[in-house]
Structures are given as C-alpha cells and as structure tokens.
C-alpha cells in the first residue's frame, strides 16, 4: 500500500491526506517530522533530500516529494481526466496558478501568523512581524474573494487549486485574529466544510 510520510499536523500533509479521501485511496501514514524527527535520518533523506514532509512512498520503491506536485501525481496515476486536475490547457493553468500561488504568495505570511499564534510562546513571538504579515493575508485572500465570485469554488468546479487553498482559509477563520469581512471566501470555507476529507484532516484543532 501507498505510504505517506508526514505529521498529521502538516498542512502539507493534509492536502495530500485530503485528496486521498477525495478519490478514496487507501494508504499508510507515517508520522514523521516535528516532533517525531525521522526527516535527518539517512533513510528519510534517501527520499526526500530536504528533510521536510510529505514525503510519498509506492510499493515499487518510487518516491515523490513537495505536496502539490504529490497532489498532481495522485490525480494522474489514479484518477486521470479527473475535474480535480483538467486535462484542457487553459482549465489547467487556472488551476494550476492558484496551487502555485500558494506556495509561493500565500504561504510564507500564513506561516508567520499560524506560527505565532499556536507554535510559539508568548515571549517568542514577533507581533511586528505578526501584524505584516496578517496585513499581506487580508491583502492576498482579498484576490481570492473576487475570484469567487459567481463561482462556488476557486476555479468554478472543485479542484486541487481549493485543497491547496484550503488548508490556509482553515487557519484564516480558526486563528484568533482580526478578520476584514470576505463573505466569499466564508461561503467558499462553508462548502468545503462539506467534503468528509476536508473535515477529518484540515478543518482540525489548530496544532
Ligand atoms: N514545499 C514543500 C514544503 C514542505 C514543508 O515545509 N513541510 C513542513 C511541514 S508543513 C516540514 O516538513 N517542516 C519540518 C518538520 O515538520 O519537521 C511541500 O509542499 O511539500
């Protein structure tokens, strides 16, 4: 069986975990990384040089790592012509924009604010820092609100783009933070509360 390397509490993981769900993979999770360690054992960096997780694992010994290329690659090896993913150019690319998007845009500030917020003390935290990066959020979920609308999901129809997104609009309204009012981006985290998968591995206590 498929294993996935990779704390529960990652929402690299929990992308992965989710659209597992979403096409009813069966797989072996690991823990590993955080607290677990494992990720700078030489048997872990055989497979994933950067010491981070996911890290996906076949029965035939392949590896894969970096959670929305693993997302990619479960589409394609299981699910291929699947909406999730769309084969037309254009279709593609739009989806494809929002799950690089938020890599490389959305989640740096998410970290800063999640980090503050549940995975460091008081005295460690940089609310300078906080306060930046809660401001460049607003600024970037604000795009997104005006990219759903007439739209029930980020692209139109449900696709990885809204499983990579999603994992930051769960911390967005759970963290204690001062929210600007994005009444899309509520009604998009309301529909996504409705897929099994969403609620058993990102809508969870923020850990
Ligand atoms: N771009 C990578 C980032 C992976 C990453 O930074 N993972 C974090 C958890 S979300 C990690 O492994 N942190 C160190 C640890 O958990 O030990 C991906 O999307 O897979």
């Known amino acids: 069986m498929m294993k996935i390397w990779g704390r529960k509490t990652s929402s690299n993981v ?49 590896t894969l790592w970096e959670s929305n290329v693993i997302l990619r690659y479960l ?42 917020w549940v995975r460091l003390k008081p005295e460690e935290r940089d609310m300078a820092a906080h306060d930046k990066a809660l401001a460049q959020l607003g600024h970037l979920l604000g795009m997104v609100e005006k990219q759903l609308a007439g739209k029930d999901y980020v692209c139109g129809a449900f696709s990885l783009a809204d499983i990579c997104l999603g994992i930051t609009i769960h911390r967005w309204f759970a963290l204690p933070i001062t929210r600007p009012a994005l009444p899309n981006l509520a009604a998009l985290y309301e529909r996504l509360k409705q897929h099994p998968g969403y609620m058993a591995h990102v809508a969870v206590p923020l850990a």
């Open 14 to 62: 929990m992308k992965v975990l989710w659209l597992c769900d979403e096409l009813g993979l069966p797989y072996e999770r690991i823990d590993a990384g955080g607290a677990f360690g494992r990720t700078k054992e030489p048997f872990y960096l055989a497979m994933n040089p950067n010491s981070v997780v996911p890290t996906l694992e076949e029965d035939d010994g392949y």
């Open 75 to 116: 589409v394609a090896s299981r699910a291929p012509g699947s909406p999730l993913h769309p084969a037309e150019p254009r279709a593609r690319a739009d989806v494809e924009r929002w799950m690089d998007w938020q890599q490389t845009a959305l989640n740096a500030p998410m970290v800063t604010v999640f980090f503050t």
